[in-house]
């Protein structure tokens, strides 16, 4: 029985040891950047309203969320996505600020996938969301943000792909598709159906040329110069204003010497139905999972009551850790300094002394020497946390000090 309370619940895990110290290092480098950006810290509820994530805020299914009541029996779940949730925010809070908001948070999304799927339940997220401007130098600071972050981060290989739902819209309100129809269509190609997605296209009647289109959307990928060239295939505005906008991004993200890092692809689509407009997703090696998720969300905000645009990311910690891990990248953290390890009757000068250490920023472990614990275990113990220093303070008032190497070994007591 008390072996089996160790376990945790499946698609959940505890950090410890240097990987959690390495996953708040990577956090803080992140939300460094977004702070450079000029965006605010926002928290929001781990559980919301479920109408607050319901079907027509184009989140996650019902049954990929966990639910549970209140007392008075009010439907609750643990937040599935954090861009409904600060939306209802950014309406309770600055309904009347007219100069666009910036928001940066580092929270938690829960979602209750099958276990098969080998995905964790319980991921971290860390992302800006920023409401009131809808202009194209909006959509590129989005990416702009998107790969310093990343590099903050350490990461140095990794490609950020740009779609536009409205071109795919615009073909398909050029088809005469009915809502359920673009949906199903969606799902198929989002899932690579490609199958699926001719035999759906084969059955409607429409233009041969824009029968070839759709069919052709999985290939509609490369740099801004080869999706230029299918302006010419395209007889509706919507999907022609869609690739324009991209070209503006484009023209920015030059502007900011970014553009490298930036690939299209129009057959691009999100599951996510509040998306308006630009989509965009990062990839690396070491992971088969994004590990950036963002895009435009027009309408989404005015489901709240505020009718303004808005657009934001989330960088999925978990993923980039992961990604990290295995392209064997180094993180950087924080070691302790000092461990003061004092007899029981040195322990007034140990706390003084520890006192003054931590005055001075130093950071200082204060542990009692244990009669069951030799100097050399805590030796071993100090080596393996990092310490660059032991300080055994004895009881005939002898202090010593030890060096402990950046390499794990010990120095020599003094």
């Not at 999304?109 to 276990?115: D, E, L, P």
């Amino acid at each position: 029985m008390a072996a089996s309370l160790l376990h945790t619940p499946e698609g959940v895990r505890d950090l410890y040891n240097g990987e959690c110290a390495r996953k708040l290092a990577v956090q803080e480098k992140i939300s460094h950047v977004f702070h450079l950006y000029g965006y605010e810290d926002i928290e929001t509820p781990t559980f919301e309203y479920f109408d607050i994530f319901n079907k027509e805020r184009g989140s996650v299914t019902s049954q990929e969320m966990f639910k549970f009541f209140d007392r008075d029996n009010n439907t609750l779940v643990l937040r599935p996505d954090m861009t409904p949730a600060i939306a209802r925010c950014v309406c309770k809070y600055f309904f009347d600020e007219a100069v666009p908001v910036r928001l940066c948070y580092r929270e938690r999304t829960f979602t209750n996938n099958s276990s098969y799927q080998g995905r964790l339940k319980e991921i971290t997220q860390t992302g800006v969301e920023l409401i009131g401007e809808d202009a194209s130098g909006a959509d590129a600071e989005m990416i702009a943000m998107v790969i310093d972050s990343l590099k903050a981060a350490g990461l140095k290989e990794f490609q950020v792909e740009l779609g536009q739902v409205e071109f795919f819209r615009g073909l398909a309100e050029e088809a005469g598709m009915e809502d359920e129809t673009q949906e199903i269509l969606r799902e198929l190609i989002e899932n690579k159906n490609y199958f699926g997605v001719e035999e759906l296209i084969l059955k409607r009647n429409m233009e041969e040329s824009l029968r070839e289109l759709f069919l052709k959307l999985p290939e509609l990928f490369g740099t801004m110069e080869q999706l230029s060239q299918v302006k010419s295939l395209v007889h509706n505005k919507r999907s022609l204003a869609a690739i324009e906008r991209l070209e503006k991004v484009q023209t920015i993200l030059e502007s900011y010497g970014l553009a490298d890092y930036v690939s299209y692809d129009l057959g691009m689509l999100s599951k996510y139905q509040y998306y308006t407009g630009i989509i965009f997703k990062a990839y690396t090696y070491g992971t088969g999972e994004y590990i950036v998720t963002g895009g435009r969300y027009d309408k989404l905000l005015t489901q709240f009551g505020k009718d303004v645009p808005a657009i934001g990311f989330a960088i999925v910690i978990d993923q980039l850790m992961l990604a990290m891990s295995r392209q064997d990248i180094d993180i950087e953290t924080k070691p302790m300094d000092i461990m003061v390890l004092y007899d029981v009757k040195a322990q007034d000068r140990a706390v003084k002394t520890a006192r003054k250490f931590r005055e001075n920023q130093k950071r200082t472990m204060l542990v009692r020497k244990s009669s069951r614990i030799s100097v050399e275990q805590y030796q071993s113990y100090g080596a393996r946390k990092g310490f660059d220093r032991l300080l055994w303070m004895k009881e005939n008032g002898e202090d010593c000090s030890l060096e402990i190497r950046g390499d794990g070994e010990q120095g020599i007591w003094r």
